[in-house]
């Protein structure tokens, strides 16, 4: 679905919370923000019967307040394997690192997800080492996949990535 913006997120969000069948959603560049990509994430985690695996919701412009309700979504939601949240603003061009903190939270609870997408969402050095950490501290992970390019990342991001990549035995996978 392309441009599809806030207020129609909201209307799928409230077929999303009654639907046991859908597998993939991809939102990529539709617009929805913040209040779209919340609505649908709170509909995810009171729809106990989904079957999401994939939700694609890069380029949308969703910020720190959007990413806390997608690790939120993402903490709870055992069926989801494969999260993109590229080209976003999860930290308010690199201002708020709530947003991130919340995605790094749920990446240390998280089982099922195998493929991450971060790309290019300004997370620097702090928001690039705090997932670094969380997935290096999930001993259950089977994250496989983990896209953290063009986030304005130096040396210590660098050092947290190096430190993960060395004790995570499932990844395969690092950008």
Do not use: H
């Not at 009654?18 to 560049?29: G, I, P, V």
């Not at 896209?147 to 499932?170: E, I, Q, R």
């Amino acid at each position: 679905l392309k441009s599809i913006s806030s207020p129609a997120a909201i209307m799928l969000a409230g077929v999303i919370k009654f639907n046991a069948s859908l597998t993939e959603l991809n939102l990529y560049q539709s617009s929805i923000k913040d209040e779209g990509v919340t609505a649908i994430c709170e509909a995810l985690q009171s729809n106990k019967e989904t079957k999401l695996a994939s939700l694609n919701i890069g380029f949308n412009s969703i910020g720190p307040a959007g990413a806390k309700s997608v690790a939120a979504m993402a903490a709870v939601v055992a069926s989801l394997t494969s999260l993109n949240l590229s080209w976003n603003d999860l930290t308010n061009e690199g201002r708020d690192m709530t947003g991130i903190a919340a995605i790094a939270e749920a990446l240390k609870v998280t089982a099922s997800l195998t493929e991450c997408n971060l790309r290019n969402n300004r997370l620097k050095d702090e928001g690039v080492s705090a997932v670094c950490d969380a997935v290096q501290s999930n001993k259950q992970t089977k994250l496989a996949s983990l896209n953290l390019a063009s986030n304005d990342c130096g040396s210590a991001g660098a050092k947290s990535v190096a430190a993960m990549v060395a004790v995570t035995g499932s990844l395969t996978q690092v950008r």
